[in-house]
C-alpha cells in the first residue's frame, strides 16, 4: 500500500464511522410518532366500544396502537396526577367510555360538546362484573381534532 | 321456622351487598423505574384501572403494557416488542386483598400504612407477592400510593446480554392512584 492509498483508506474509514455514529445516534434519539399530524382511522365511539365488546381480537388488529379519530360526546373532562387533561366520550353503555388521555395541546370541551379526538388507541380493559364495574377503551398520546 | 332462617339469611346477604362500598378509577398511575449502570429508564402509565372493595378489602389493578410512556421511542419500542411482548400479552393485572383492613378507617381522614397480598400477572406470569402501601383519606376521597420491586427474570422477562447494562434486573414500581365512590 502506497503512502496515498493509505491516507484514502484511513479517510475512507473514519467517514464510515462518522456515518455510523450519526445513524446511531439518530436511531437512538428517534422522536415519538407525530400523533397530530398522522393519517387516522376514523370511527365514533360507540362503533370503537362496541367492536372490543364483540370481537377483542378483531378489535386489536383493526384499532390498537393505531392512530384513531374518534367523534362523540363528551361525557367529562378532567385532569390526571401528572396535569394531563381526560376527555372521556360517551358510548352506547353508560359507564362505559372511551377514554382519552391528552398530551400537549388542549382540549377546549365540556361535557355535552361533541367532538373530535385523535389518539393511538391502546386498547380496551375490561372492569370487573363481581363489583359492577365497566371496562373503556383507551386512547393515549391524544389531540383535539 | 326454616322459611324464617332462609329469609332473614336472604335479608342479611341482600344488606352486605347493598353497602358493600366500591371506589374505583380509571385513570390511575402506575410507573417504573430501572437504574442501571448506563442509563436509568422511567416509564409512565396513566390508565390504569383500579377498584377497591371498601368492606371486603378487595383490590384490584389492570393496565396496558403498551400504554406506558417512555421518554425515548426507541425505548418503548424494545420495551413493547422485545421485552414485555405486549401483543401477546396485553395486560398486566394485580388481584388481591388489603391484609389489615381492620386498621383503615374510610370515613376517617388519614392516613393508614396497609399491608396488600395477591397475584401479579406480568408477561403472562402469575407470581404471589405481597407489598406494603399507603391508603389515604382526605375529605372523604380514597388514594392509594405503593413502592415495590418486581425481579425480572420472575416474570420470564428476557434482557439481552448485549443491553445488560442498560436495563435493571430488579425494576421498581410506584402506584398512585385516587378513587372515586361508585354509585351501586
Known sequence: ?????????????????????????RIWNKPH??????????????????????DSAKANELYTNKVVQVSGEVSQVSVNQQAQQVVLLKTAVEEAFINCTVEGKKVNAKAGDKISIKGICSGYISGDIDMGLLGDVFLIRSYPF | M??????????????????????????????????????????DNNQVISIINTTTGEIQFSLLINAFHFKKSLMEEHFNENYMESKKYPKATFKGKIVDL?????????????????????HGITNKITSTGTIS????????????????????????????????????????CSYDKKNN
Open chain 1, 1 to 25: 500500500m502506497t503512502k496515498k492509498s493509505g491516507k484514502i483508506f484511513l479517510v475512507a474509514i473514519l467517514l464510515i464511522l462518522a456515518i455510523g455514529l450519526v445513524a446511531a445516534y
Open chain 1, 33 to 54: 410518532k407525530n400523533v397530530e399530524d398522522a393519517a387516522a382511522i376514523t370511527v365514533t365511539a360507540t362503533e370503537l366500544y362496541n367492536s372490543f365488546i364483540k
Open chain 2, 2 to 43: 326454616k322459611k324464617i332462617i332462609i329469609l332473614v339469611l336472604i335479608l342479611c346477604s341482600v344488606y352486605v351487598n347493598c353497602t358493600a362500598q366500591v371506589f374505583f378509577t380509571k385513570n390511575g398511575m402506575i410507573s417504573f423505574f430501572s437504574s442501571a449502570p448506563i442509563e436509568n429508564i422511567k416509564a
Open chain 2, 102 to 122: 381492620s386498621k383503615v378507617n374510610f370515613k376517617t381522614d388519614g392516613t393508614y400504612p396497609v399491608t396488600v397480598a395477591g397475584d401479579l400477572t406480568i
Open chain 2, 137 to 176: 383519606v382526605t375529605g372523604g376521597v380514597i388514594s392509594v400510593s405503593s413502592k415495590f420491586r418486581v425481579k425480572l427474570s420472575d416474570y420470564k422477562i428476557d434482557i439481552p446480554k448485549i443491553v445488560k447494562d442498560n436495563i435493571a434486573k430488579v425494576v421498581e414500581v410506584t402506584v398512585s
